[in-house]
């Protein structure tokens, strides 16, 4: 069975997850990448979480079982093509994973047409919600059956790649995370009160970053800050820059494409999943 019961009195906030890639996210470029579910059980579920239930895409190996369990945390965009790709191609790799909508209570970005409209949004979106619907869907995970859930990891794009660093922060039964181009810094308030800056001293698990070097958006200063503030003992997570790489180099769809880093990127997300347990 692939699913949890729901509670009596539970809220659906966003009911289903949307097919495409949003307005916002404008996929202009001819290298999309599509993953068929060949092989695949992949489609939408429901997570129960503390005061509802929320979409999220999962996908796994339709033949085996007890996959390792990655979380697969979202842009700035939501749960949309891409981040559903993504979710098929580890899944292709052996991994169950899963990418919950955290934005679920918030709102729907897919249907905003400006960047701009984008930013409000998720503004309102509190790490400590992020945190206690990502635990939520470890849980789920850990319910349908399928999963080891002793080989858990995370790793997350843009948005999700700040999100990483704090759940890495955040839960230490994690084995590894991969944290694309997330954001290191930022304006302390109380829907983020610290950033991966602040927190760099706690993050206990193996956390691969990579960022891009022509990012302007996430300078090289606050890359170098946050190596500094890693803790030393064991050097258990590590930074890698690609200096031709642009903010956003993983996502195929976006003119920031780059396909050497991603790749380069992609292969290195899973020896290190592997190196530490979690594949």
Known sequence: MDSAPNPPNRRFFLTSLAAGFGGAAQPTTAATISTDATGLIAGE???????????????????????????????????????????????????????PELYARQGDVAKLEN?????????KVPDRQVMSDLDAAVAYASQTGHCDGKKLSITGFGWGGRVTWLYAAH?????????????????????????????????????????????????????????????????????????????????????TYNEAAAKDGWLKLQAWMKKHGAA
């Open 45 to 99: 579920v429901k997570v129960p979480v503390v005061d509802g239930a929320i979409p999220a895409y999962r996908a796994m190996p339709a033949k085996g079982k007890r996959f390792p369990v990655v979380l697969v945390v979202q842009e700035i965009f939501g749960v949309n093509e891409h981040i559903k790709d993504v979710c098929r191609r580890l899944a292709k790799a052996g991994w169950f994973a899963i990418a």
């Open 115 to 123: 960047l701009q409209d984008v930013f409000p949004l998720v503004a």
């Open 171 to 255: 839960n230490p039964k994690l084995k590894a995370g991969v944290a694309w181009y997330g954001r290191l810094v930022g304006e302390t308030t109380a829907m983020t009160p610290r950033h991966p800056v602040d927190l760099a001293g706690s993050v206990t698990v193996a956390v691969l970053g990579l960022y891009g070097g022509k990012d302007r958006g996430i300078g090289t200063e606050t890359v170098e800050k946050m190596q500094a503030g890693l803790p030393a003992a064991g050097r258990l997570s590590e930074i890698v820059v690609y200096p031709e790489a642009d903010h956003g180099f993983h996502a195929d769809y976006r003119p």
